[in-house]
């Protein structure tokens, strides 16, 4: 991330506040969220990219992505 910092306010549920802060301390609540920006907007730009390719390409055969379900978690995702 470059750049400096901006102060924000933003309006969350209570609960899910809390559950938060549970997990990360009051003091962990910036660093928290500003981790689940950015991965967020990774997996934003992995999902346009691949609607992208797929645009471009095609589909992914069902084999393909059956072979790589199998080699990454050892199951057809069943």
Do not use: C, N
Not at 1 to 13: C, D, H, L, Q, R
Not at 70 to 76: A, I, L, P, Q, T
């Amino acid at each position: 991330m470059s750049g400096g910092y901006v102060k924000v306010s933003i309006t969350v549920p209570e609960p899910l506040l809390t559950r938060v802060k549970a997990r990360v301390g009051a003091r962990g609540l910036s660093a928290y969220i500003t981790q689940v920006l950015e991965a967020e907007v990774r997996r934003e730009g992995l999902r346009d990219f691949l609607a992208q390719q797929e645009a471009r390409y095609g589909p992914i055969p069902e084999d393909v992505l059956e072979e790589t379900r199998r080699e990454w978690f050892g199951h057809d995702g069943d």
